[in-house]
């Protein structure tokens, strides 16, 4: 079964993983140490479809940050936060005169503007720092600018008309990166374990193993994928220059046992034998550069090697010994033209 995927913004079939390190992929920012990341990079070098898609997808995000810019700010969101301080501390009337100056948001002079403010019958007015003061006067008489709560209402509207605005944005910045920074460090490790095309640190042989299982469950849909004369591989998951016959092979998505996902090539039979290199994204600890003569990994019916080339990793699975394995070689382990 073909498990392409397709990226439906570029167009073009591409791997889950590629797709998905495009959407974030920053080349001025981002570290190339991680194999992905890497192989995204050399790919948008020099393949132009590939440069082609993650330029669309920079116009894409332009667009999105260009609308949300456009959003204006709603109207009376000034006089909707004083009527909620006004519920919140059981005043039941501001005066026009203090909406108008509340109005008045980034302007005009910080000289505080008199207030009429009629508290509720018996309600406990806030003192300036937190004090309560109880109100006896009734709803018809005014409170004056020298009590406490006139002031904190004047501390209110003094935000609003710049006094204070500057030191409310520092300490509101300052405490939202602080956050961020907390929130940061405690999700970064888990978002590492499980970032696309990632697998915790494993050994030659455990990759090995994994790619053996993988093969010999696939019996059934060998030489079932896309041939790679009528179309080539996903970008950044090219074949091996040291395995032969990969011009005649058929390529097809697959998810190997243990979660990676690779891009599988079929190899042209020899004999009655079968063949498949697999391409994957993997951290694997003392890969070599080219793939050895003699597999690294010999059981009673498989042989199978590994290499990291353009930036993935190469494992190739040859039903058979020794001499099976080294028939899917190259002479000499020079590349093919």
Avoid at 209 to 221: D, N, S
Wanted: aromatic content about 8%; proline content about 7%.
């Amino acid at each position: 079964m073909n498990r392409r995927k397709r990226n439906k913004r570029c167009g073009g079939p591409v791997p889950a993983a590629a797709d998905r390190l495009m959407e974030i992929f920053q080349p001025a920012k981002d570290s190339l140490s991680d194999p992905a990341l890497s192989s995204l990079a050399e790919a948008l070098k020099s393949d132009t479809e590939a440069k082609a898609r993650f330029e669309a997808v920079l116009a894409a995000d332009e667009r999105i940050r260009r609308l949300m810019h456009a959003v204006p700010t709603p109207p009376g969101l000034a006089e909707g936060v004083l009527s909620a301080l006004a519920a919140r501390f059981g005043i039941s009337s501001v005066s026009h005169e203090a909406e108008a100056a509340s109005s008045e948001v980034g302007g005009g002079s910080a000289e505080a503007v008199p207030a009429v403010v009629t508290p509720t019958p018996g309600a406990a007015l806030p003192g300036f720092w937190g004090q309560s003061q109880s109100s006896e006067a009734g709803p018809d008489q005014n409170l004056d600018l020298s009590n406490s709560y006139s002031r904190f209402a004047n501390r209110v509207r003094g935000v609003f008309r710049g006094k204070h605005l500057e030191r409310g944005v520092a300490v509101w910045v300052s405490v939202s990166i602080g956050l961020t920074a907390l929130l940061f460090c405690a999700i970064w490790p888990v978002l590492w374990l499980f970032r696309p095309g990632y697998s915790e640190s494993q050994s030659v042989e455990q990759v090995l193993q994994l790619a053996i299982a993988t093969f010999q469950g696939e019996e059934a849909i060998f030489a079932s994928g896309t041939p790679v004369s009528a179309e080539d591989p996903p970008w950044g998951y090219r074949p091996s220059k040291f395995v032969g016959g990969v011009a005649q092979s058929r390529w097809r998505w697959v998810r190997m046992v243990g979660g990676t996902e690779a891009v599988a090539f079929d190899l042209p039979r020899i004999g009655s034998g079968r063949a498949t290199l697999y391409v994957f994204a993997s951290d694997v600890s003392g890969a070599p550069a080219i793939p050895p003569e003699a597999p690294m990994l010999n059981t009673a019916t498989f042989s199978a090697s590994l290499w990291r080339e353009n930036g993935v990793v190469m494992a190739l699975v040859v039903a058979g010994g020794p001499v099976a394995y080294r028939q899917y070689l190259s002479t000499a382990n020079t590349p093919i033209a």
